[in-house]
């Protein structure tokens, strides 16, 4: 099992310009969340899915647009790239169930908007 | 409002030198406190779960304790390759989400 992945690793975008960040997950799991992670500030949660078709907004989700077609499969989009959205961006997943949340985490994509 | 606040923020141990690192929560219904070791330029990686005041958990060197308002990780005889940010965090309130501190930076000295 690969876990959960991210793709791209690594992307250096222009102010203004678009992206696609891709992760997948071979877990079967029902949840999937984007998080964004800046020096000092920990992990702050974007969006999140409870399910294939649904997302719902985290903390910080302003710039920011995920869709979850597919169970395994959730995308974090930015439309008009900003400086301050230069960030390292993790994706989790599980299935929490009563008292089991733990969230498995991706390698991470490191972004960079100039 | 719930909030978890880890500390210290940075710590440099010299190889054997034991020490704990705190990670202090206010949250109601508390579903559980999780802690997750992040290397660098990888992703956090699952530690433990406490999910009751009292609860112990060991892992090679680390220990993790839970009190009412905040857990200790701690770290006897650490090891180079204990150097790792470590993370601790909470589910908010019915959410089925965590809230993170912003981590130790964790450094052992050969």
């Known amino acids: 099992n690969a876990g959960v992945t991210q793709t791209p690793k690594f992307r250096v975008l222009k102010t203004g310009q678009s992206m696609t960040l891709l992760c997948a997950q071979d877990m079967n799991h029902e949840y999937m969340y984007w998080y964004r992670q800046d020096p000092g500030m920990g992990l702050r949660l974007i969006h999140y899915?409870?399910?294939?078709?649904?997302?719902a907004k985290g903390e910080v989700p302003d710039g920011y647009n995920v869709s979850r077609l597919k169970k395994q499969n959730f995308l974090l989009g930015l439309e008009s790239a900003a400086p301050s959205q230069t960030s390292v961006y993790f994706c989790a997943s599980n299935s929490p169930t009563g008292y089991q949340e733990t969230q498995y985490f991706g390698p991470g994509t490191r972004l960079l908007v100039l | 409002e719930d909030q978890v606040t880890q500390s210290p923020e940075a710590l440099r141990l010299q190889e054997g030198e034991s020490s704990s690192l705190n990670c202090s929560y206010t949250?109601?219904?508390?579903?559980?406190l999780f802690w997750y070791r992040q290397d660098p330029g990888k992703g956090p990686e699952f530690l433990f779960t406490?999910?009751?005041a009292g609860e112990e958990k060991e892992k090679e060197r680390l220990k993790a304790t839970l009190t009412k308002k905040e857990s200790f990780l701690h770290i006897t005889a650490p090891k180079p390759e204990d150097s790792a940010t470590y993370l601790c965090a909470v589910p908010p309130g019915s959410a089925r989400q965590l809230t993170f501190g912003s981590g130790t930076q964790l450094t052992v000295l050969p």
């Open positions: 406490l999910y009751s």
């Open positions: 899915s409870v399910g294939e078709g649904t997302t």
């Open positions: 949250v109601s219904g508390l579903r559980g």
